[in-house]
């Protein structure tokens, strides 16, 4: 059985790695690209479509909006990538926002960065694959009733591959990445060329004004209005989803090949150039072809169908799409277990993320990435939209608080050229805030509540795990050096009747101590005279205690006659030896009562008291009471078997 | 935590009663009827119904036939009664059909009995709760879309008040019992009373014919058609359901007071009088007042609006129906519980069922049946016509196997009268083979099929359950009466550092043995020097094993170490005493690895290995590491504890 489960994890998860592979699985500047910052560059693929969403009620009017507010949005990219250089370079073990507000600002920043950090990852999973899985239902409108069916398959694949390692998703990932650059260049080129060329008129042409039937409906005096500047507002915050997993990179630098830290920053340049070039182009033809979001089909889709038509490159469009949105979810399996292991070391997490597994990968922090992403897509219906909401404003929370600290770091190292350094960060950090508080301000109705609720949360959850293992570690911290002592050591055994189990039972019982008594509980009066004779005849050394149990509870009476033992608090050990019958096959389990597992809880919470259940395995041939009696045969004169030599290879430390 | 639960549990189920209360909670006669009768009276309910729903394609046409078919069912109730009259007195310990045809036909025919009981009892349930629901829902139609989840909750209420114990149901559940029978009676007499005075025109009145459209649809030619008789075998088929539950009372013998036989006897005789009344009564007025089967409201229910209106009268019909038809569930509760219990005495049914728990009912099975037949009323959305195919089958193969099983027993006993009492027997064998075959016929393709697969599989698990018994009680079987003897006992304790638990676990294994060998797993390489330093400086007299883990698996190693001591099936003996946190609250389990479970598990199929968890409990004050500290000040010049008396009453075998 086990060696089944050992297999089919090799072919799932390939062979275990050993430790000291750990540097050849690491990325080069190409491979870092598709791995990293697909995050940032596939969110082209929904950012420019949830301001028009916005925007809508305007009618085409939204259209003369979107290209201003992109402008805004991709100066912002820039600050922001030029604000991470500088942390890539000051921080070259990479970490990311939780490593610097922790450093730079104190424990309480940086778990509100932590905190943000990891729903942020979450929802970009959960966004990713939603938007992905909408490029594809785009292209086949028949798809879109199983969406939510694809997202989930999808996320188990991704977390299938990562647990694999991530080399290997490197590997397998960079042809699409570069595949959607070239088709994306490919779109806005001809876009723009077949535009000036005045090719094409969009289906629902006409000059760009204000719909009058939407301006009435909502409220909108004139374009100047109050409505309308927050409608803008609104339409820039969620543009700003564009902004996201530019953090990516100076969070994974560890990850870089070296030398790290300049591969990471060289990266991070290309990053920002292909995201902004994308998000303008695709902000600029889709007032030019004048396409406004549907329920059924992307604005990216759209404009495919426009300049593309319905062939190949399209349909090669809608796929790389995809793939590149599956890879921006990547990017989240790459970090969010990073981000667990360095929480886990400093106790902020469960221990089990901060280990790597077979493969090299920190198998945990994967499943639990995977397993929660996955239950927010089913919650949402897959639907991006709804998920938007909730998404950026995380991000923001980071980028202000790393990059405040940033400036803490320069105050404080005075490296050459630190204000001029403190003041970029000082800028990029006032503009994230700002951009953080129209967020909140602009969707507090549409869904960042929940985010506002469910970062102090997680902060607090992080803060009581930590206090746990504070305390914890306190507890259990040993100084004295002293030699061991032995203490007065009583060993009770239940025993239902004179069976090879219970002589097995016995067996250890005499073997861990001089002390022995046999118990029986005697549910049913009259049988137990029986078992009195036989074990008077049987002989061996050992006394039969039998207490009546009228009714008709087997554990109790155990249990109390231990406490009596033990006299709550006194100095004596008890071992309560069972045996417990292993079946061959699993359904027979339901056929034998589950004593050794009762008596096993009963005890979890006395102490000083042992429970220990000696196996007696249905169907093998080896078993205690089968050296009992080959024992006999050999040593029958007197009684004691011999000692056997121990045959093991030791190594002493 | 086991103190709240033990609080919990008495207050839904009562307090603990002892053994020598068994005999209390038997029954009288009264509270006979009350508690095994109901099953069978309560069919009344629905029989005439079923009859009438298979006819129902003959128009109203269908109500010439119900009285005739009724009449010779009731012909069966009287036959089915008699002989079960019989097998009360051979059998006056109670047990049924499945004692009478093991006992006199042999092992196999007993199981099919078993099994077609155990199918029966569920469906018992699974009909009378849909029914009874289908009783409130026709006097309440708005709570027609909740009747799943109202059959469900009945279901639980029923399996609470059994686990409390069989004489507080009998008590609680005798009054809506003859309340019943008394408004059964008064609707008969006074629907009667109406007819003869010719007070009522039924709302669809004429005289009765055929309906020539649906005769048409279903192809009938004339009224002798081979079709005609299949229906009307297919309706007195359905309406033998009134005859399911005469065989409670036979296998509840054991249930009432002294002189049991005797009591049971005359409660038989006043149940089938009463069935038969009700039953005769139902299917006369139905004809006289022109009632069809509709799918919202019963024929019950219907006959009530006629003959009493809409007011009290009509509602205490509807209620107490209800109420008799959960008494009827209550039946099933009573023996499937009973039956189990005796299968499980057998070796045919798993253990757990075997033992009355802490009210002296039988807990398991009454919480096994309450789930399969909430299983069942789920799947078929509580509807009873289509429960109903399933349910009659078994119970005739069970009255042909007892019946032809007290046919043999009268042949051996050869008792005064032998010779009438096995021809009565055997007449009523062979009236409900051929019903059972016309049940078989006509209600295949309806449902029957199901049952025809399920019994034989059913017999196939309680064989398979008795051969693992069998094999089990072989293979533990201990025949030698040998003194114990001692092995040579290697303990492994791993460490992953020098902490209070590790001690604990240290204390403990020098406790139990001479050979203790700490092992260390080193995963991360660099850390396991200080940890050597420090191990020697602690100099406890136990070596400490440093085994390298590249691949960073901590149980593997551990494992192969343990392997290598035993030597596949070498005469050694080897504990591995592994120190386990027990936290204060359930959700720090989380925060810490599961070592002791996942060793535990490693070594549960391996011979000679057994797994000791020496528990640490967080923030509670005596615990095995503080012993030692406590013993070191005390006896600190010769290092070894004194050994404490043991104060604990011991009762001697």
Known sequence: MATTYKRLKQ?????PLASDRLEHERLSKKTGLAVLSSDNISSVAYATEQTLLVLAVLGTAALSYVVPISAVIVGLVVLVALSYRQTIFAYPQGGGSYTVAKDNLGTTYGLIAAASLLTDYILTVSVSIS??????????PSLIPHAVALGLASIVVLMAINLRGVRESGMAFSVPTYVFIVIMLALIVTGIYRGMMGHEAAPSAGPVRVDPVSAAHTGIGG???FALVFLILRGFAEGCVAITGTEAISNGVGAFRSPS???????????AAILATFFMGTSYLA?????MPTPNETVLSQLGHHIFGG??????????TFAILVLAANTAFADFPRLSSILSGDGYMPRQFAARGDRLAFSNGIIALALLAMVLVWLFHGDTSSLIPLYAIGVFICFTLSQVGMVVHWWRSKDPGWRWRATLNGIGALATAIVFIV???????EGAWVVVLIIPSIILLLRKIHKHYESFSAEVRYAGHAPLMFLHHTVVVPVNGITKPVAGALVYATTISDDVRAIYVDVDPGVESQLVADWKAWDIGVDLVVIPSPYRSVLRPIVDYVKALTHDGDADLVTVVVSEIVPRKWWEHLLHNKTALYIRTAFLFRPNVVVTAVPYLLGHSARLSDLMSHDETLDEENGIASRAPVIAETVRG
Request: glycine content about 10%; charged content about 10%.
């Open 11 to 15: 072919i799932l998860f390939g062979r």
């Open 131 to 140: 938007s992905g899985i909408a490029a594809i239902t785009s292209a086949y």
């Open 223 to 225: 374009p100047l209005g």
């Open 261 to 271: 830290a300049r591969n990471a920053a060289t990266t991070l340049g290309w990053m």
């Open 287 to 291: 007032r030019h072809y004048m396409v």
């Open 311 to 320: 062939g190949a490159l399209y349909l090669a469009l809608q796929y790389s």
């Open 439 to 445: 967020q909140v301000l602009t969707k507090f109705t």
